[in-house]
T-cell receptor, first 114, second 113 residues
Framework: AQSVTQLDSQVPVFEEAPVELRCNYS??????LFWYVQYPNQGLQLLLK??????LVKGINGFEAEFNKSQTSFHLRKPSVHISDTAEYFC????????????FGAGTTVTVRA | DAGITQSPRHKVTETGTPVTLRCHQT?????MYWYRQDPGHGLRLIHY???????DKGEVSDGYSVSRSKTEDFLLTLESATSSQTSVYFC????????????FGPGTRLTVT
């Protein structure tokens, strides 16, 4: 079984400041890792994914994440946020086997202020 | 955007009544999923389907049943709704070649009074 811990439930940040959202996971098998974003009153949209290869992955809207296998972490970063980045962000994992099931963290709400 | 629709988008129902939520996809994807989203819990898998008439339970399946009679439709039924099933329900799909990458519908907000 897999579990995901998002270490911050709320992150307030000023516009144009950097932001980091922390995600740790636990799994007895190798996993794929994802970050999803949910804008108010909408469904989830895939932000980026780590499957293999370079541990630094780039996603949409200027976000990037770094996979750290030894620390079992997959932290999300953006160097300069905009008001439009206000949303809830979810970290998720799925086993590399044919399991198909995503395990999600509880979510981090990012509020960007002018 | 992936072609996923959910209906209804909002529903209020009374305790003890049956409720069916529908997920419809136009992508011809093999895998379909139902999640519920609750504050502090993220999304939790209720049931999933890996083909027509092939379904299996997720981590929070009690009180829910599903059916998939054709590729494009995946139905979630609450046989007798309870207040604990008040939630936002999301459908997701994924394809054969990249089954790990799921695309989500817009959600259904269900309130059980």
């Amino acid at each position: 079984a897999q579990s995901v811990t998002q270490l911050d439930s709320q992150v307030p940040v000023f516009e144009e400041a950097p932001v980091e959202l922390r995600c740790n996971y636990s799994s007895s098998v190798s996993v794929y890792l994802f970050w999803y974003v949910q804008y108010p009153n909408q469904g989830l949209q895939l932000l980026l994914k780590y499957l293999s290869g370079s541990t630094l992955v780039k996603g949409i809207n200027g976000f990037e994440a770094e996979f750290n296998k030894s620390q079992t972490s997959f932290h999300l970063r953006k160097p300069s946020v905009h008001i439009s980045d206000t949303a809830e962000y979810f970290c998720a994992v799925t086993p590399r086997s044919n399991d198909y099931k995503l395990s999600f963290g509880a979510g981090t709400t990012v509020t960007v202020r002018a | 955007d992936a072609g996923i629709t959910q209906s209804p988008r909002h529903k209020v129902t009374e305790t003890g009544t049956p409720v069916t939520l529908r997920c419809h996809q136009t992508e011809n994807h093999r895998y379909m999923y139902w999640y519920r989203q609750d504050p502090g819990h993220g999304l939790r898998l209720i049931h999933y389907s890996y083909g027509v008439k092939d379904t299996d339970k997720g981590e929070v399946s009690d009180g829910y049943s599903v059916s998939r009679s054709k590729t494009e439709d995946f139905l979630l039924t609450l046989e007798s709704a309870t207040s604990s099933q008040t939630s936002v329900y999301f459908c997701a799909i994924s394809g054969q070649r990249s089954h790990y990458e799921q695309y989500f519908g817009p959600g259904t907000r269900l309130t059980v009074t």
